[in-house]
């Protein structure tokens, strides 16, 4: 009896690591960075929140939880579940909670992408990586930290130097022909968030890193007749 009952135990064992490696599989992570808080609502370094917002609101998601130090919801995607998660440690400790959140769910780094801001992109430009460095960004080099690890998939959306120094940069709003143009560069991330998930990074990468600006080009004026 005993025996038929570890060999039972051992069976089920067994079972529940193959469907949490079948869970983890299909399970995908995708963290906007920022800062929480009103006053960062609509700051330059909280583009990452708000890519996150239009990603839950295109799935009809609104069940917010608070869990490892985040906003995070869970919704469905085409390959499996998704996990939306916007840490609220502030942006220089958003690697304790990217970690948690790992961890719980028992997926690689690779099954996850960071939407981070970016100075020495011009605004309206996004560019997908496969990893790299923090570029000397302090959300980006908390998860580095925290994870051990540099080739976590990264969107950077271009917010460009402006004419301040860099951290009076990001912490201000958009301008306001930035803010006629922000729905374009929220739309097109969401798109490449999810191009990300249906066919993989390199036909994402491919997709937005070969378009130099996904704002439209200016119409000249026509030149008068002489």
């Known amino acids: 009896m005993l025996n038929w009952l570890s060999n039972w135990r051992n069976r089920d064992d067994d079972n529940n690591d193959e469907d949490n490696a079948e869970m983890a599989?299909?399970?995908h992570i995708v963290v906007g960075l920022g800062n929480p808080g009103r006053n960062y609502a609509n700051t330059r370094h909280n583009l990452g929140f708000i890519v996150v917002d239009e990603l839950a609101r295109r799935a009809g998601e609104s069940t917010v939880r608070k869990r490892f130090r985040s906003e995070l919801l869970e919704t469905r995607h085409p390959g499996g579940k998704?996990?939306?998660?916007?840490?609220?440690t502030y942006m220089n400790d958003s690697g304790n909670a990217v970690r948690e959140a790992l961890n719980w769910f028992r997926i690689p780094v690779e099954q996850m992408l960071i939407v981070v801001d970016d100075l020495d992109l011009p605004y309206g430009q996004i560019?997908?990586?496969?990893?790299?460095s923090a570029g000397g960004h302090n959300g980006l080099r908390s998860i580095i930290?925290?994870?051990g690890k540099q080739e976590i998939p990264r969107l950077r959306l271009g917010i460009g130097r402006g004419p301040n120094k860099a951290k009076a940069h990001v912490l201000s709003s958009f301008a306001p022909d930035e803010q006629d143009q922000l729905h374009t560069v929220i739309e097109t991330a969401a798109d490449t968030v999810e191009l990300w998930?249906?066919?993989g990074i390199s036909t994402a990468m491919n997709d937005i890193n070969a378009r130099k600006s996904v704002l439209p080009v200016p119409q000249q004026d026509a030149a008068s007749p002489v």
């Open 25 to 27: 599989a299909g399970t």
């Open 82 to 88: 998704l996990v939306l998660v916007k840490p609220q």
């Open 127 to 132: 560019r997908m990586r496969p990893g790299g």
């Open 145 to 147: 930290e925290q994870t």
């Open 197 to 199: 998930l249906a066919e």
